[in-house]
């Protein structure tokens, strides 16, 4: 269970001391000052999930330490207690962003149950944003695009790992999308509502990582003029997913083992302890055994983050979905453009190293470089493999023509067929020729396959007439 962490300002000792040792024994984390100054700068150097704030104290009363307090931590809930009960002290308060307020002396009992109340509604907006937020990323997509045999495996698998809790390590070479296999064990989990927070766990220096994860106070180091949560904490409730986390460095994933295992962490340069309810769900491109062995990565963190491994395919063992892949990535671009059978031919026959990725920006550049509708398999910029022989079905360039011929007679009998007409059924006679092969018939008929392309929408030619 969380605890709470409340401000207390009020200038009366006796009473100020009477609330601190009452809210500690029910459990929240209180922090009691005698101003409302010192309480501006307790809010600078960490964050509070609610606050009571005394009307009447020397310098800043309640209602300006509530404004200035509301303009450091928005959504802080404040309670305003009161000696003077009137109207209209109680419509300035409102007005000024508390969430309700009480006269002194006051009950208690009564002021902790607002008090529960207001930590109840802060949660319920927190999670109502959560869930805003995801409800936006289902409606993007995942985009896991594919059919294949290896993609359905990791789906099945990743629906059944999302039901849990247990930290998950996700493997995989780089481009082949181990970022929407971490998005969907979230929005397939029960913490969909909850924030999914991604991190580059290798691109920042050890002291600047750690900051990054876990927060840090006022003056913890060089340039930290305020306190911050970490992404860990903003991260509560949902998922935090650390990418290329075999590059992070050995002194943070010390840190991160210990928060692992107590799912407690201190802000750098801060002596409270916290307690945050997050998953971690871990990706890298290297194999991380190889990482301990080397002596780069912790056998214990290691073994901590491996519960559930989902292994990533590159694309060239799932070559069946590259059509699917160049559709998606058409729509995906808004490009009205088409690829023509032979070049996704092509691409069928790349090994990918750059995976998903380096797919995506072949189809980017034939959407870029295609002077028309029809993206060639010269708009990819890759080498095309030569057609081996024999696989022009039907006979090469040189073969008999066994068509019948197009109009004939002599000038005085029969009329001729014009240009167009003869350029149709030789098109229409390659195509046949070839099965409809349009690479093989555009050989035939000597001319690029984009013009070819071109040919037959204009004429309406279609297989089989």
Known sequence: MRSYALLIADDEASFRELLERRLSRKGYLVKAVGSGT???????EEEFDAAIFDMKMPGLDGIATLKRAREIQPSLPVLILTGHGSIETAVEAIRAGAYDYLTKPCNLAELEAILERALERRALEVENRGLREALR??????????????????????????????????????GTGKELIARAVHLWSPRAAGPFIPVNAGALPAQLLESELFGHARGAFTGAVAAKPGLVELAEGGTLFLDEIGEMPLEVQAKLLRFLESHELRRVGETRIRRVDVRIVAATNRRLLDEVQAGRFREDLYYRLNVVTLHVPPLRERREDIPLLVEHFLARLGSEKEMVPEAVDVLMQQDFRGNVRELFNLVQRGVILSPDRFIAPEDLG??????RPG??????????????????????????????????????????????????AAQLLGVSVRTLYRKIESYGLRSGE
């Open 38 to 44: 010192e309480a501006l700068a307790a809010l600078a």
């Open 137 to 174: 990323r289902l409606g993007d997509g995942l985009e896991i695009v594919g059919r294949s045999e290896p993609i359905r495996r990791l789906l099945d698998l990743t629906q059944r790992v999302a039901q849990g809790s247990m930290p998950v390590l996700i493997e995989g070479e780089s």
């Open 382 to 387: 890759l080498a095309v493999r030569p057609a």
């Open 391 to 440: 696989e022009q079905g039907g006979g090469g360039a040189g073969a008999a023509s066994t068509a019948p011929r197009v109009g004939g007679g002599d000038a005085a009998g029969e009329a001729f067929p014009t240009l167009e007409e003869m350029e149709r059924a030789h098109i229409a006679r390659a195509l046949e020729r070839t099965g409809w092969n349009r690479a093989q």
